[in-house]
């Protein structure tokens, strides 16, 4: 049973563009929404998390947009470079330690220059 | 990486053979995670672990085990290893923030022939 559905799969975008990937959750309980960068041969990488307490945060060019009614969420990258090309996974868990993180099946993002 | 460290990082085995594969932190966190990685199914959770000897089953733990007898080791075995687990499996730590943020070590590519 997949609890975050991640779309799209893969995203081709310009360089200076804006890259949105989106996810959906089903378990309300979720209140920690973690966005992960993961280059070839590397493990993710933590890029930007939110709660929601908040509807919005902001990290450089990475923006997540949070709606808990609907319960989505997205990362908006803002200004794409190519070294942004990577795969992005989203994520959900209860937010504290200990817990296990439900992920998205993942988007390969390709900036193109 | 967090200091954290996975060996080996490549290991090629037959079907039937046991596995162990290894996770060292440097940090003394408490709480280790052993995923696997797979297209399409972003990260699952095989195994975690709270505490020396403290660990518990996650999302898809049929024919693994763990072992945990020091805080900086978390061992991740396969008792009989099978195609199906071909897999890349990352081990990840919480930081100390208090949210459940992990952070993941390199990875081992496993390969079962």
């Known amino acids: 049973q997949q609890q975050v559905k991640q779309s799209p799969q893969s995203l081709i975008v310009q360089k200076g563009g804006i890259s949105i990937i989106n996810c959906a959750y089903e378990?309300?309980?979720?209140?920690?929404f973690p966005w992960y960068q993961q280059f070839p041969g590397k493990g993710p990488a933590l890029l930007i998390a939110i709660r929601p307490d908040v509807s919005e945060k902001k990290e450089g060019r990475f923006t997540i947009s949070f709606n808990k009614s609907a319960k989505q969420f997205s990362l908006h990258i803002m200004d794409s470079q190519p070294g942004d090309s990577a795969t992005y996974f989203c994520?959900?868990?209860?937010?504290?330690?200990?817990?296990?993180?439900?992920f998205g099946g993942g988007t390969r993002l390709m900036v193109k220059p | 990486d967090a200091g954290i460290t996975q060996s080996p990082r490549h290991k090629v085995t037959e079907t039937g053979t046991p596995v162990t594969l290894r996770c060292h932190q440097t940090e003394n966190h408490r709480y280790m995670y052993w995923y696997r990685q797979d297209p399409g199914h972003g990260l699952r959770l095989i195994h975690y672990s709270y505490g020396v000897k403290d660990t518990d089953k996650g999302e898809v733990s049929d024919g693994y085990s763990v072992s945990r007898s020091k805080t900086e080791d978390f061992l991740l075995t396969l008792e009989s290893a099978t195609s199906s687990q071909t897999s890349v499996y990352f081990c990840?730590?919480?930081?100390?923030?208090?949210?459940?943020?992990?952070?993941f070590g390199p990875g081992t590519r496993l390969t079962v022939l």
């Open positions: 994520a959900a868990s209860m937010g504290n330690a200990g817990n296990m993180l439900t």
């Open positions: 378990n309300t309980a979720f209140d920690y």
């Open positions: 990840a730590i919480t930081g100390t923030s208090g949210y459940n943020e992990q952070f």
